[in-house]
């Protein structure tokens, strides 16, 4: 049950996009359109603001979007803000242990 | 509103045990699966376990399994952890989630996002 992989870190300037991925195997992002992102600020609690691959929650800033291409899903932020400053976490459904399993985490620096 | 809320948190020594508890408002508590998910300091977010709408199934990370049991009580709105043969690796922030899909059913569909989390309890194993 390994953890999905994600880049430590990522930045951008405010206004800039990025682009974080989130990469698994066959049995859990790459043949489930089951992958989630939240968004987590310094103590505070994971807030949800991707599911099911591309589909944006009540509230959700439309400025985040989600994508898949085989085992790999990502999170696009466009126009990025300083309030995205945070960190952001991928997370899908896992047929190994019919759970959850969620990525290492990238923290994401607004320069 | 919607929220859950976690206690039972504390200091414990290597090997004992401790059960965690959430409770929850605003919303039908039979109606949905639910999560426990945490956090060790500095670390990224591990899901723990996953137990169905009526508490007759439940689904265990392999770190855990065997050491830890999930139930529910709806009488009272609560969700419980039992952790038990506590070690330092089980030091973290516990949140318990809510899914965003509600239902009497119990497979992935049911419980393959959380959009509600409360503010977690804080465990410490140690001597």
């Known amino acids: 049950q390994s953890a999905l992989t994600q880049p430590a870190s990522v930045s951008g300037s405010p206004g800039q996009s990025i682009t974080i991925s989130c990469t698994g195997t066959?049995?859990?992002?790459?043949?489930?359109?089951?992958v989630s992102w939240y968004q987590q600020h310094p103590g505070k609690a994971p807030k949800l603001i991707i599911y099911e691959v591309t589909k944006r929650p009540s509230g959700a800033s439309t400025r985040f979007s989600g994508s898949k291409s085989g085992n790999t899903a990502s999170l696009t932020i466009s126009g990025l803000q300083a309030e995205d400053e945070a960190d952001y976490y991928c997370?899908?459904?896992?047929?190994?242990?019919?759970?959850?399993?969620f990525g290492g985490g990238t923290e994401l620096t607004v320069l | 509103q919607v929220q859950l809320v976690e206690s039972g948190g504390g200091v414990v020594q290597p090997g004992r045990s401790l059960r965690l508890s959430c409770v929850a408002s605003?919303?039908?508590?039979?109606?949905?699966?639910l999560h426990w998910v945490r956090q060790a300091p500095g670390k990224g977010l591990e899901w723990v376990a996953v137990?169905?709408?009526?508490?007759?199934?439940?689904y265990y990370a392999n770190s855990v399994k065997g050491r830890f049991t999930m139930s529910r009580d709806s009488s009272m709105n609560t969700l419980y952890l039992q952790m038990n043969s506590l070690g330092p690796d089980d030091t973290a922030v516990y949140y318990c989630a809510r899914p965003g899909v509600s239902g009497n059913g119990w497979n992935y569909y049911y419980y393959h996002y959380m959009d509600v989390w409360g503010k977690g309890t804080t465990v410490t194993v140690s001597s």
């Open positions: 997370c899908s459904f896992s047929y190994e242990t019919s759970g959850m399993v």
């Open positions: 066959f049995n859990d992002v790459g043949t489930f359109n089951l």
């Open positions: 137990i169905s709408y009526d508490g007759s199934n439940a």
């Open positions: 605003g919303f039908t508590f039979n109606n949905y699966a």
